[in-house]
């Protein structure tokens, strides 16, 4: 009996004293073809007292920071009357897992008997799948720069036992069943599949079947009135907004050679506005690496194109920045040696620069979908894209910098004109945000984690909000409008001041704004979850 853990402890105790509390058998039946295993919870037996929880951690060697198994509480009733309710819940092992899909290192892997395994070796920790997953499942492991997840102790299964937290349950609310996919898509899944505040099952379809108490009146999350900013994610709060400032420095400068080369434009584009237009990408990019667990792995997260949005934006990107450099270096080159490789004002570069365009464009896209996950609402809706597209406007007024500082005053003019319709767009999203937060309805099922986005926006970020809309219209719409008064009065010195402030003072507004979209969003998860470690 000694060198034992505190729960193989508990385990013999129970069998030595016949005790009828878990299910720690070791005759599970094998799988015919077609089934799977699955999680049962009955929340009627659930006495909330975590032991599944202690168990799990023990059983896997977790910190009590990272929790794969956790223990939601929620209130029904008025009082006298008042029911208060459990719901343990580890990963839900879904037959449409988001988390598998999302992955871009294919790190997920469902095996035939209907476990969603996580292949810790291949793992970045980017922790797109926290984001994924609508129960909140995946947690990242800070110690080993990963995320981590249940698997059903699979090993204990292959023998024929039951897993930790079904063991140690001491009202035996938890247990393993068979089932076949088909026959529960088929409207089990429906009755059986839902309990009070969980996502819409129709997400990832989760396995997990409950047994329901009787209860009256409105069921709330015992936490309800507890609520904390998101993780700020400050890396990807510069890595977006310099790439999409980057992207929308392209745009102007590709308009510049192609009406360079229709004799619409009286100066075309140099190597000082390419390496301009390229530094903020340049920046960007690296420093999403930090938001890694193990950033010396970054590369591979571009592994899953076919499902992965973030594979396909770290792709574009990359590629973005490649295109952009060689367009640099085209108009360094004959400033070097004196003879170009290919002609910079010439129509098969305005050819090379569509291309990079075109790429560049299609990775803000996929930067935008990777947000836009039915987990979080307030990230999910068309706007976000808008809005990420919108921030390109500060690329615009980089670009009529560079050439106002290349006495080009004519081309200045017509790159603020169009700067200021660009910034108009941004601010016409913001105010879109805005009023939808102001026009909130208050209808189930997502208003719960809407209004909660609300407040935080609203009460929490109220003053940082204000001056995001404030700065937003000055360095957006005031300041480029009197660089254009400045420069037809030929005040050119006075011009540069102003048009410098206003790129300065426009990109801080976009990361201010960034900021908030990332502390303001409230995941959908697991109801009363006082208890969640590193879920993000």
């Known amino acids: 009996m000694q060198n034992q853990t505190p729960l193989e402890s508990f385990i013999n105790y129970k069998a030595d004293t016949g005790m009828q509390c878990g299910n720690y058998q070791i005759d599970l039946p094998p799988l015919k073809k077609g089934e799977q295993y699955r999680f049962h919870f009955d929340m009627t037996a659930c006495v ?31 009082f006298p009357n008042v029911s208060q309710l459990f719901n343990s819940m580890s990963c839900n092992h879904c037959i449409d897992p988001e988390c598998l899909r999302g992955c871009p290192t294919n790190s997920y892997i469902k095996f035939e008997n209907g476990i969603v395994f996580h292949n810790d070796d291949v793992c970045i920790g980017c922790q797109y799948c926290t984001w994924n997953c609508p129960y909140e499942v995946p947690v990242f492991n800070r110690d080993r720069g990963i995320v981590t997840k249940c698997h059903m102790c699979h090993e204990k299964l292959d023998e024929g036992q039951t897993p930790a937290c079904v063991q140690a349950c001491p009202a035996g609310a938890i247990e393993i069943e068979i089932f076949k996919p088909e026959e529960w898509l088929e409207g089990a899944i429906e009755k059986e599949g839902v309990a009070p505040h969980l996502p819409d099952i129709s997400i990832t379809k989760p396995t997990t079947r409950y047994t329901l108490p009787e209860f009256s009146g409105e069921v709330k999350p015992a936490d309800e009135r507890l609520l904390k900013p998101a993780h700020a994610e400050l890396p990807l709060v510069f890595m977006t907004v310099l790439t999409q400032v980057s992207v929308g420095g392209f745009i102007a400068m590709f308009l510049g050679t192609l009406l360079y080369m229709l004799h619409l434009n009286e100066a075309a584009p140099n190597f000082w506005l390419a390496l301009a237009i390229f530094l903020p990408a340049g920046i960007g990019l690296p420093l999403s690496a930090l938001h890694l667990g193990r950033p010396g792995l970054a590369l591979t997260a571009m592994k899953n194109l076919k499902t992965s949005w973030l594979s396909r934006e770290a792709a574009a990107l990359g590629a973005y920045a490649g295109g952009a450099t060689l367009v640099a270096l085209l108009y360094l080159y004959p400033m070097l040696f004196g003879k170009a490789l290919i002609n910079p004002n010439s129509w098969l570069m305005v050819l090379l620069q569509a291309g990079v ?9 996929a930067q935008s979908r990777i947000y836009r996950v039915r987990a979080r609402p307030a990230w999910n809706r068309k706007s976000t894209t808008g809005r990420f597209f919108g921030a390109g406007y500060v690329g615009f007024l980089l670009t009529a910098l560079v050439m106002l500082l290349s006495d080009a005053e004519r081309s200045v003019m017509a790159i603020l004109a169009l700067a200021l ?10 105010y879109e945000e805005i009023n939808f937060y102001r026009d909130l309805k208050e209808e189930p099922p997502l208003f719960y984690q809407l209004n909660r986005s609300r407040i935080l926006l609203t009460e929490h970020f109220g003053r940082l909000k204000k001056m995001r809309l404030y700065s937003l219209a000055l360095f957006a719409l005031l300041l480029p409008l009197a660089t254009i008064v400045l420069v037809a009065g030929k005040a050119t010195a006075a011009a540069t001041v102003v048009l410098a402030l206003s790129v300065a003072g426009a990109l801080a507004s976009e990361l201010i704004g960034r900021y908030l979209f990332f502390v303001t969003v409230v995941p959908l998860g697991l109801a009363g979850n006082f208890f969640a470690g590193n879920q993000r």
């Open 48 to 78: 909330g007292c975590h032991c599944c929880e202690v168990a799990c951690n023990e059983q896997n060697n977790n910190t009590p920071d990272v929790k794969w198994r956790r223990v939601g509480e929620m209130e029904a009733g008025v």
């Open 357 to 365: 365009l075109a790429i560049g464009l299609y990775g803000i896209y």
């Open 421 to 430: 319709l660009y910034g108009l767009y941004q601010l016409y999203m913001v």
